[in-house]
């Protein structure tokens, strides 16, 4: 009896030294390499990143890629079904429903990009100032915040493109959303950045460079910064769908870009008044709208997964 468990002993030990074995074997790779990896085993992520990819370039490139101009009109199929010429229809001026769709995504899509790439600039600066300083200032910038949280948002954004004059330009208007989305979208960053800072201000590597006499510029760009962009990544990524929502919510009740320009909410806020004789006028926007914010949420959930530090180094 004692031979045969010394053996299971010896047994356990030899496998567990083999798998130390093939574990130092292994070649270091940094976070990111390891998250990629980790990333393209996530089928419906990568799915995901390659439609939103697709529609961003699609959007990009409208004018070699549409069949038809942006107004350009066809009065012998107006209102039209889809159909082989006209894939998503035509709405009641006989201008191409795919192509406006396709137009539609620079404003829906840009919107939310540079709505998102603001808002993560002064969430990323202000969140890294509190964090770091902590103390009162930390308090009183985070006080902030919490008033700031406490004004509905959405009535906030309205309230800000009221002020532009209702005839400005399709591109004051685009400025207006970029400005008005931005201000009210760091919120939520500015906290994740924060408490990143709170955390990592304590860990050793940055005390030791604190001792060695590193700036505070230096600490924040060099130690903190970087160790926090994983988790502000992931918040950048998800926080795109509400944005696209809000932009279409927005155009959808008159307060986006006007018409002639197409945008996703303007061309369903048009198409949904006449579902009954064409509902091809509100599907199809509603479709782009739906498909790409999912895209993004499962883009994101992918990147959350593929940047979580506990996951590193598992097959």
Same mark, same amino acid.
């Given at each position: 009896?004692?031979?045969? %468990?010394?053996?299971?002993?010896?047994?356990?030990? %030899?496998?567990?030294?083999a798998q130390l074995e093939e574990i130092l074997k292994r070649k270091p790779t940094s976070l990111w390499?390891?998250?990629?990896?980790?990333?393209?085993?996530?089928?419906?992520?990568?799915?995901?990143?390659?439609?939103?990819?697709?529609?961003?370039?699609? @959007?990009?490139?409208?004018?070699?890629? %549409?069949?038809?101009?942006? /107004?350009?009109?066809?009065? @012998?199929?107006? +209102?039209?079904? #889809?159909?082989?010429?006209?894939?998503?229809?035509?709405?009641?001026?006989?201008? /191409?429903?795919?192509?406006?769709?396709?137009?539609?995504?620079?404003?829906?899509?840009?919107?939310?990009?540079?709505?998102?790439?603001?808002?993560?600039?002064?969430?990323?600066?202000?969140?890294?100032?509190?964090?770091?300083?902590? &103390?009162?200032?930390?308090?009183?910038?985070?006080?902030?915040?919490?008033?700031?949280?406490?004004?509905?948002?959405?009535?906030?954004?309205?309230?800000? !493109?009221?002020?532009? #004059? #209702?005839?400005?330009?399709?591109?004051?208007?685009?400025?207006?959303?970029?400005?008005?989305?931005?201000?009210?979208?760091?919120?939520? %960053? @500015?906290?994740?950045?924060?408490?990143?800072?709170?955390?990592?201000?304590?860990?050793?590597?940055?005390? @030791?460079?604190?001792?060695? $006499?590193?700036?505070?510029?230096?600490?924040?760009? +060099?130690?903190?910064?970087?160790?926090?962009?994983?988790?502000?990544?992931? =918040?950048?990524?998800?926080?795109?769908?509400?944005?696209?929502?809000?932009?279409?919510?927005?155009?959808?009740?008159?307060?986006?870009?006007? &018409? #002639?320009?197409?945008?996703? $909410?303007?061309?369903?806020?048009?198409?949904?008044? $006449? !579902?009954?004789?064409?509902?091809?006028?509100?599907?199809?926007?509603?479709?782009?709208?739906?498909?790409?914010?999912? =895209?993004?949420?499962?883009? $994101?959930?992918?990147?959350?997964? =593929?940047?979580?530090?506990?996951?590193?180094?598992?097959?």
């Open positions: 009896m004692t031979t045969n %468990t010394q053996q299971f002993g010896d047994a356990t030990l %030899t496998a567990e030294q390499k390891d998250a990629w990896r980790r990333l393209l085993r996530n089928k419906v992520a990568v799915v995901a990143g390659l439609y939103i990819i697709l529609i961003t370039l699609a @959007a990009v490139f409208a004018p070699i890629i %549409t069949p038809y101009g942006r /107004d350009e009109p066809d009065f @012998a199929n107006v +209102r039209a079904a #889809p159909s082989v010429e006209h894939p998503f229809g035509t709405d009641p001026l006989g201008r /191409d429903v795919f192509t406006r769709v396709i137009y539609g995504g620079r404003v829906s899509l840009g919107v939310a990009f540079v709505g998102s790439l603001t808002s993560m600039l002064i969430g990323v600066v202000y969140g890294a100032v509190s964090g770091y300083l902590g &103390s009162w200032i930390d308090d009183l910038m985070m006080r902030f915040v919490d008033l700031m949280y406490g004004f509905p948002t959405l009535l906030f954004i309205i309230l800000m !493109m009221l002020v532009i #004059p #209702p005839n400005s330009s399709p591109g004051l208007i685009m400025v207006g959303l970029f400005v008005s989305l931005g201000v009210v979208s760091w919120l939520g %960053t @500015a906290r994740l950045v924060r408490g990143q800072f709170l955390t990592l201000r304590e860990q050793d590597f940055v005390v @030791a460079a604190r001792a060695l $006499g590193a700036r505070p510029r230096r600490i924040i760009s +060099r130690y903190l910064l970087p160790n926090s962009l994983g988790p502000v990544i992931v =918040a950048l990524t998800l926080s795109i769908p509400n944005l696209i929502l809000t932009e279409s919510t927005l155009s959808f009740i008159g307060l986006g870009v006007k &018409s #002639p320009v197409p945008s996703w $909410g303007g061309m369903l806020s048009d198409g949904w008044r $006449g !579902m009954r004789a064409a509902p091809h006028l509100a599907i199809f926007p509603s479709l782009a709208i739906t498909i790409t914010m999912i =895209a993004f949420n499962f883009f $994101g959930d992918g990147l959350r997964d =593929a940047l979580d530090p506990t996951m590193r180094g598992r097959e």
